[in-house]
């Protein structure tokens, strides 16, 4: 079983931020949180990660509460181009275990 | 060119047929993967391999088998194909050294048994 749990499906207006929430109330210490977008049927794409630190690079930015136990992921400026689910997993760093969960279906609209 | 290529993206067979799905990767990384996605559910990891020498089933491996042919090569087999492996399969790729194990996929493999 998945160790995240996300709403189904969320709406945002183009050129909001669009906010993305994640629980991971079992997460251990080891665990980073990392957030993968997938688009249509492509293959998913990195987007972030992060431990304990909130964490920003040129697509989105991870927040991450200070017990660790929930996680938002946010894009400033949504596009159309953003519209796809997106997944929130934990795993420990350095090993192969991604635990898919059915993600958020992010759409954006105009 | 693509850092992670997957062959073929379609495939239509028969219940019973023997099929190979291959994925090559140009990033030089150790770690290969392969998962499968029904629809509408996330992915689920098949097998996973963490250099040529080193394959390991993940959590639905039953039905398949892999084979790491070089670095950069990884095969995935159904030896006698059935419907409910019909799904959207993927390859990833990583590389531990360069960061807490973020994947890389290809652009999958839609695989349809009849």
């Known amino acids: 079983d998945a160790k995240t749990t996300q709403p189904p499906s969320m709406d945002c207006a183009e050129g909001r931020a669009a906010n993305l929430p994640c629980n991971h109330s079992?997460?251990?210490?080891?665990?980073?949180v990392y957030w993968y977008r997938q688009i249509h049927s492509q293959g998913p794409q990195y987007i972030i990660h992060g431990l304990k630190n909130n964490e920003t690079n040129e697509m989105a930015s991870l927040i991450i509460t200070e017990d660790r136990k929930s996680s938002t992921l946010i894009l400033p400026h949504a596009t159309l181009r953003d519209t796809a689910v997106y997944y929130c997993i934990v795993s420990p760093s350095g090993t192969y275990k991604y635990i898919f969960g059915t993600g958020t279906r992010l759409k954006v609209l105009a | 060119d693509a850092d992670v290529t997957q062959t073929p993206r379609n495939r239509i067979t028969k219940t019973g047929k023997r099929i190979m799905l291959e994925c090559s990767q140009t990033?030089?990384?150790?770690?290969m993967y392969w998962y499968r996605q029904d629809p509408g559910l996330g992915l689920r990891l098949i097998y996973y391999s963490f250099d040529v020498k080193d394959i390991n089933k993940g959590e639905i491996s039953d039905g398949y088998s892999v084979s790491r042919q070089a670095q950069a090569k990884f095969s995935l087999s159904l030896e006698s194909a059935i419907p409910n492996q019909t799904a959207l399969y993927f390859c990833?790729?990583?590389?531990?050294?360069?960061?807490?194990?973020?994947?890389?996929f290809g652009p999958g493999t839609r695989l349809t048994v009849l």
């Open positions: 079992t997460i251990s210490g080891n665990e980073y």
């Open positions: 990033k030089g990384h150790d770690r």
């Open positions: 990833a790729t990583s590389d531990p050294a360069s960061g807490p194990n973020e994947q890389f």
